[in-house]
C-alpha cells in the first residue's frame, strides 16, 4: 500500500527556474493539500482541494499553483522560484466521505527544495 | 482566528522519564485535536487524535486528553525511550476536518 508518494524527494533550483513537485495517492481520497515547513514556524497550508476540478487557497499560497484534474494526483507548480520558496514540501490526504469531519491525513515523505 | 501554542523545545530526557509537551489552542467551535510525530527524514503520522471534550488519545504510550475549559492537549509519556526521538507536532482541524493548523514543533531529544 503505497499511501502518499512524492518525487522528487530533493530539489535544487535557481532563482526563477519553474518545476513542479508531484504529489499522487492511492486511498481514493478526495482532499489533498501541500503544505511548507519551516525551521520554527510548524507546517503551513499552501493550497488544498476537495476534490477533482475544485482548489482552494491555504495561508500562504503567493508564488504556487496547482490543479486537481484526477482524484489521485495533485500537483504543485512553482512558476519562478524565488529563495524564500525553499523550504520541506509535504503533500497530504484524507477522506471527507463517511468519516464526519475529523478526519485523518495522511502525509508523503516530503521533497526538500532549495532554490539559490 | 484558530491558532495552536506548543511549548518550544528542544526537550531533552534520559530514557525512562517522564513526558510532558504542552499544547493550547484557540479555536472558534468544535475543532478535532491531533498530535503528529516526525522522525527523522520522515513525513508526519498521526500518533493520536480527539474529536471532542474530554476525549482522550493513546497510542504507542502516548496519552492526551481534550480540555474544553483550558483549551488544552498535552502530550504525556509516562516513560520515553530512545525510539521516541522526534519532532511532535499539535495540530487543530476545522469541523470541516480539511484544514490542519499547526503548533510549531517541539523536538525531544531522549537519551540512553
Known amino acids: 500500500n503505497a499511501g502518499v508518494t512524492q518525487t522528487p524527494k530533493f530539489q535544487v533550483l535557481k532563482t526563477g527556474q519553474s518545476m513542479t513537485l508531484q504529489c499522487a495517492q492511492d486511498?481514493?481520497?478526495?482532499?489533498m493539500s501541500w503544505y511548507r515547513q519551516d525551521p520554527g514556524m510548524g507546517l503551513r497550508l499552501i493550497h488544498y482541494?476537495?476534490?477533482?476540478?475544485?482548489?482552494d487557497q491555504g495561508e500562504v499560497p503567493n508564488g504556487y499553483n496547482v490543479s486537481r484534474s484526477t482524484t489521485e494526483d495533485f500537483p504543485l507548480r512553482l512558476l519562478s522560484a524565488a529563495p524564500s520558496q525553499t523550504s520541506v514540501y509535504f503533500c497530504?490526504?484524507?477522506?471527507?466521505?463517511?468519516?464526519?469531519?475529523?478526519?485523518?491525513?495522511?502525509f508523503g515523505a516530503g521533497t526538500r527544495l532549495s532554490v539559490l | 482566528g484558530n491558532s495552536v501554542t506548543q511549548m518550544e523545545g528542544p526537550v531533552t530526557l534520559s530514557e525512562e522519564a517522564f513526558l510532558t509537551i504542552n499544547c493550547t489552542y484557540t479555536?472558534?467551535?468544535?475543532?478535532?485535536l491531533f498530535w503528529y510525530v516526525q522522525y527523522p527524514g520522515e513525513g508526519l503520522q498521526l500518533l493520536l487524535k480527539?474529536?471532542?471534550?474530554?476525549d482522550k488519545g493513546s497510542n504507542k504510550g502516548f496519552e492526551a486528553t481534550y480540555r474544553k475549559e483550558t483549551t488544552s492537549f498535552h502530550l504525556e509519556k509516562g516513560s520515553v525511550q530512545v525510539s521516541d526521538s522526534a519532532v511532535y507536532f499539535c495540530a487543530l482541524s476545522d469541523q470541516a476536518g480539511t484544514a490542519l493548523i499547526f503548533g510549531k514543533g517541539t523536538t525531544l531529544s531522549v537519551s540512553s
Open positions: 479555536a472558534t467551535g468544535y475543532p478535532s
Open positions: 486511498m481514493n481520497h478526495e482532499y
Open positions: 482541494s476537495v476534490g477533482a476540478g475544485i482548489t
Open positions: 497530504a490526504s484524507s477522506s471527507l466521505g463517511g468519516g464526519g469531519p475529523k478526519n485523518i491525513q495522511y
Open positions: 480527539a474529536t471532542k471534550a474530554d
